[in-house]
T-cell receptor
């Protein structure tokens, strides 16, 4: 069965500092991988996705993620965090086509001045 | 700007009452998903449809929950009778054929007293 682990429940970073959110997945075949962001009271917005090809993918809002098959990881990074990045971040895994995504429990990001 | 629309945004009801949540998927998307979000369990898949046909509703308590797509522009999730443990945010998401990407609505926050 597919599963996603986000080891960090809550992370606090200073504005302007770099960020890395961890995601590990369990899936038998080549996964489709996603990062979504959720602001309070809002739905989930797609940041980026990986299906195949280049293992470093670029997303919106300056985010990027790297797929590492050997480590079953898909960590999210941003070189310089802005206060507006404070939100909940979810990693998700799916199969090809429009099958349901399995989500991690999320990492809450706080940004301090 | 195409978006998934959910109603109601907030619903407070008493235990035993019937609750119906509605979702208008993005026009042209052929897959529709219902997820439930709670602090304890995170995002859980309740049901999903492809071309209006239900493909998987194993995540729903069958005795009280039902999900339907009367037409391509409307998906419904009904709880009857509702219980306090059903209190959660319910998200609808839709996706175009083959993309793997889900577009989420803003959710329906349900509180059962």
């Amino acid at each position: 069965a597919q599963s996603v682990t986000q080891p960090d429940i809550h992370i606090t970073v200073s504005e302007g500092a770099s960020l890395e959110l961890r995601c590990n997945y369990s899936y038998g075949a080549t996964p489709y991988l996603f990062w979504y962001v959720q602001s309070p009271g809002q739905g989930l917005q797609l940041l980026l996705k990986y299906f195949s090809g280049d293992t470093l993918v670029q997303g919106i809002k300056g985010f990027e993620a790297e797929f590492k098959r050997s480590q079953s990881s898909f960590n999210l990074r941003k070189p310089s965090v802005h206060w507006s990045d404070a939100a909940e971040y979810f990693c998700a895994v799916g199969a090809s086509g429009n099958t349901p995504l399995v989500f991690g429990k999320g990492t809450r990001l706080s940004v301090i001045a | 700007d195409a978006r998934v629309t959910q109603t109601p945004r907030d619903k407070v009801t008493e235990m035993g009452q019937e609750v119906t949540m509605r979702c208008q998927p993005i026009l042209g998307h052929n897959t529709v998903f219902w997820y439930r979000q709670t602090m304890m369990q995170g995002l859980e898949l309740l049901a999903y449809f492809r071309n209006r046909a239900p493909l998987d509703d194993s995540g729903m308590p069958k005795d009280r929950f039902s999900a339907e797509m009367p037409d391509a522009t409307l998906a419904t999730l009904k709880i009857q009778p509702s219980e306090p443990r059903d209190s959660a945010v319910y998200f609808c998401a839709s996706g175009p054929e083959g993309s793997g990407e889900l577009f989420f609505g803003e959710g329906s926050r349900l509180t059962v007293l």
